[in-house]
């Protein structure tokens, strides 16, 4: 009965800007540190960022530092990723995820994470 839904994934020229979205619903979110990560055609899934349940800590991949900022808002149950200065290889299908006790500091793009969404596909064109 979790869900995950992603929102706001599209097509970007290099250098643009999109925003994206994901509403938890079945779990109590606040408890619930959230991640993003992405799939590349042909690549192994990636940690994008992370954030704590209180939104009081995030951490990012250093291929997105300081281009991407995650937040959340607990009344709303969201999560969000802002993406600035997009470039051809951010193109990837974005997951975003919920971890129960996940620790921030050692999560990797093999963290096992305890609920996924469908994804939303973000295409960056040069």
């Known amino acids: 009965q979790v869900q995950l839904v992603e929102s706001g994934g599209g097509l970007v020229q290099a250098g643009g800007s999109l925003s994206l979205s994901c509403e938890a619903s079945g779990v109590t979110f606040s408890r619930y540190v959230m991640g993003w990560f992405r799939q590349g055609p042909g690549k192994e899934r990636e940690f994008v960022a992370g954030?704590?349940?209180?939104?009081?800590?995030?951490k990012y991949a250093d291929s997105v530092k300081g281009r991407f900022t995650i937040s959340r808002d607990n009344a709303k149950n969201t999560v969000y990723l802002q993406m600035n200065a997009l470039k051809p290889e951010d193109t990837a299908v974005y997951y975003c995820?919920?971890?129960?006790?996940?620790?921030?500091?050692?999560?990797?793009?093999?963290?096992?994470?305890?609920?996924w969404g469908k994804g939303t596909l973000v295409t960056v064109s040069s």
């Open positions: 954030i704590t349940a209180s939104g009081g800590s995030t």
């Open positions: 995820a919920a971890s129960r006790w996940g620790v921030l500091g050692t999560m990797t793009d093999n963290y096992a994470m305890d609920y």
